[in-house]
């Protein structure tokens, strides 16, 4: 009877501290979901750069031969993924280990995401540039939600809108024609000051994570952007990382950070944090 008992408190407890470890996680991931603007009835939506591959050539600069149409490059896919996972209820990953696909290539919708969607083209967002608030101007199919903008201005032009945004903190600059490439601060006491990408260190990319809601209590848009596919692949690793220092430190407040990455091994540093256009440390 004493092993009997024994091995049913140890079954009791072992149920419990599942249970803990359950309630734990599920805390953890819509406390990352509230960080990126998950509230209430507002759902998330991922989007992604839209690279238009045409025949005979692309709209910018990528190329893949042998392919017509859009297309996203696999580590800003991966991100997304990694990101879609971690905003999913621990006990539905736990059953259903494997990302669902959709036959678009997109991901599907799991706990506070909707999914993800490609960046609607530059005509479709031409009334949203004219307008002093750009994201109350949206297509139908990314308006209402709090977005997360992965990739830069050149494929995903909703990154190009939010860096237009009065609430954005750093734009991306370059110094002269052929000068470094970086972040311009535009608010606070570091108004004006430029942060450089690369530091003169040809194997390092510059990659930017940003948040600002559009207005009180409205969407929160949040970009993780990068100089290349695997600058902005570490800046959504960076998030993932550290978003509960991020969440204790901003407290919903408008925040930016400029990371440098290393291209050999994909690590982000962090080169300076911005909340509220104060400097801080991470």
Known sequence: MDVVGNLLADLIWSVLALGFGYLLLRRQTRGLAHLLGAAGDRRLLIVLPDIQVQSGGTVG?????????????????????????????????????????????????AGPVEGTEFCPPSSSLAAAFEA??????????????????????????LTELGFQHPAAQAVPEQQGGDGEWGLRVRTG???????????????????????????????????????????????????????RRIARRCRQRPYAFLLHVDTHSGQARLQTGIVEGQPFIL
């Open 189 to 243: 006491p570091l108004n004006g000051q430029f942060f450089a990408g690369r530091n003169s260190a040809p194997d390092t990319e510059i990659a930017t994570i940003q948040s600002f809601s559009t207005q009180t209590s409205g969407p929160k848009i949040t970009i993780c952007a990068g100089s290349s596919d695997v600058a902005t692949q570490a800046s959504v690793a960076f998030l993932l990382a550290n978003w």
């Open 132 to 157: 002093e608030d750009p994201f109350s101007h949206l297509p139908s199919q990314v308006a209402g939600r709090s977005l997360v903008l992965i990739g830069g201005p050149v494929y995903n032009h």
């Open 61 to 109: 600069g990528y190329r893949r031969d042998g392919f017509v149409g859009n297309v996203v490059s696999r580590r800003e896919f991966e991100a997304a993924v990694a990101l879609r996972d971690s905003l999913t209820d621990p006990l539905v990953r736990l059953v259903r280990p494997r990302t669902p696909v959709q036959p678009s290539g997109r991901i599907g919708a």
